[in-house]
């Protein structure tokens, strides 16, 4: 079974453009195992705590079997899986979230094969718009609260996700370049790790690409 990117109640893999507030909002990661799911929320214990997600029709989930459930639902005239049908109690995730208000709001959630022994070192994540790519760095638009920008080193470690992303890859024998498949003005989710003073992208997961000119 493959992993599906799922945009819950609207078509699997369709792009989704963010809400203005999103943009170069900073989110944060958090990995643990579910320990609830419900139509609009899931709940994940984590090492420190509990954490309980609200989740709506912007938030992508990822995990194995999307791809069968999406036609299912397809099948039976519904735009798309119920998060209750890909996420299970006891499942390991990680979940890249925003928070306003008090409220933590899932902006992804991807299912994973194990916890690991090191949760410590997951991944920061932040949102924002590509403002310059090259094949081994990229700068994006930051929240005005943490600096204007960022910049991340890119190299063959890095993950991109997005549509298009693994024909693009196929069509050119796995050797694509991530110019390839990011472009200045797309909106990006990047996960990375600060090393020293490098920020190292881990993923970039392309939720929106730039209007067309």
């Known amino acids: 079974m493959k992993t599906a990117s799922l945009a ?3 078509a699997v893999v369709a792009l989704i453009p963010m809400p203005a507030s999103l943009v170069a909002q900073e989110t944060k990661m958090a990995r643990g195992t579910v320990t609830a799911v419900a139509a609009d929320s899931v709940t994940v214990k984590t090492p420190e705590k509990e954490m309980k997600f609200a989740a709506d029709s912007k938030t992508t989930v990822e995990a194995i079997g999307g791809s069968t459930k999406t036609r299912q ?3 039976a005239g519904e735009a798309g899986p119920k998060l209750t049908e890909v996420l299970k109690v006891g499942q390991p995730v990680t979940v890249s979230y925003s928070e306003s208000g008090g409220v933590l709001k899932a902006v992804s959630i991807r299912a994973i094969s194990s916890l690991g022994g090191n949760t410590a070192a997951a991944p920061r994540a932040i949102v924002g718009k590509v403002t310059s790519i090259t094949p081994t760095s990229m700068v994006i638009s930051g929240s005005a609260n943490v600096g204007s920008s960022f910049t991340f080193t890119i190299d063959g470690s890095t993950k991109v996700i997005g549509k298009g992303a693994g024909t693009a890859a196929a069509a050119a024998g796995g050797k694509t370049v991530i110019t390839d498949l990011v472009s200045t ?3 990006v989710n990047v996960a990375y790790h600060q090393m020293g003073d490098t920020l190292h992208a881990a993923e970039i997961r392309v939720s929106a690409k730039a209007a067309a000119k």
Do not use: N, S
């Open 8 to 10: 819950l109640a609207l």
């Open 73 to 75: 639902a397809k099948a």
């Open 185 to 187: 003005g797309d909106t």
